[in-house]
């Protein structure tokens, strides 16, 4: 019996299906439980206080003391959050978790003057049918520059990468054009990258040729989904990835059998680094 495709496709997905086939089934298809992460939980607190810094101040109020309270603000909105409940900080480590948030939300301001930004968008969800499948995103912000010209932006809490995984990070971005394109009918003039750690902005301009390949790969991916739905064929790919995988337990690289998907009820501590073999 085939697997229950998707219901839509992120860039997320894409990249998650590209990593590990069968933890994009065990997250995607299956819809079992994932461990969060103390990154994933820091970057939704940072996301959080820019899209207050931006909706609840506005241009000419959105100084370094905004970004400060807009960062308190989201903390508190935060702090009974179940995620952030799993990482069970102490004190100590709740204070550095907020001060390290701070400080990417300073990286930011070192990046642009929010007061300058004319944002349209702040986390806005868009969705489209394309080539058959669903195309589902959240755009980080949109903007509108001096041209009338559309802008899309994507924060980053982490690293800055290699030269060879840029235009891959930068593919992602193209996907949210895209998605312009189709929903608004408009393609953005222009993507940019933030790294609020390092501070540093990677920029592209999406072109007809990088629009017309990111639908031709996305359609590529999701066929290969297809196929594996269909023959429920998902096979491990092991990497250095598989370190912070929630589904180790399950993988078949580890010992585990994927066929006990439906018995799995929560995360499971992963085996030790050195059994990685």
């Not at 998650?16 to 939704?44: Q, S």
């Not at 969705?127 to 932006?153: F, K, M, P, T, Y």
């Not at 949210?176 to 902005?201: D, K, N």
Request: with cysteine; hydrophobic share 40%.
């Amino acid at each position: 019996m085939a697997l229950a495709l998707p219901r839509s496709l992120s860039p997320s997905k894409l990249s998650a299906f590209k990593d590990c086939p069968l933890a994009f089934r065990f997250a995607a298809i299956d819809r079992l439980p994932e461990a969060p992460a103390p990154h994933m939980v820091k970057g939704t607190l940072v996301h959080s206080a820019l899209e207050r810094l931006f909706w609840d101040h506005p241009r000419g109020a959105r100084s370094p003391d905004a970004g400060r309270r807009a960062v308190d603000q989201a903390w508190e909105a935060l702090r009974d959050d179940p995620d952030l409940a799993s990482l069970d900080l102490t004190e100590a480590q709740r204070d550095a978790f907020v001060a390290d948030a701070a400080s990417l939300v300073e990286g930011y301001l070192k990046l642009e003057d929010p007061d300058t930004v004319d944002a349209v968008g702040v986390e806005l969800t868009l969705e489209a049918d394309v080539a058959g499948l669903r195309l589902r995103g959240i755009i980080d912000r949109l903007d509108v520059n001096a041209r009338g010209e559309l802008e899309v932006v994507d924060y980053k809490t982490g690293r800055v990468p290699s030269v060879n995984q840029e235009q891959q990070r930068l593919g992602g971005v193209q996907f949210y054009a895209l998605l312009c394109e189709q929903v608004l009918g408009r393609r953005p003039s222009r993507v940019r990258l933030m790294y609020l750690r390092e501070p540093l902005v990677i920029e592209a301009e999406p072109s007809d040729q990088a629009v017309r390949g990111t639908r031709q790969r996305t359609a590529a991916v999701w066929s290969a989904i297809e196929r594996a739905c269909e023959r429920e064929d998902f096979r491990p790919r092991p990497s250095a990835l598989c370190n912070w995988c929630s589904f180790r337990s399950l993988c078949p690289i580890y010992g585990g059998d994927p066929a006990r998907a439906a018995e799995f009820t929560g995360p499971s501590p992963a085996p030790p680094v050195a059994q990685a073999g």
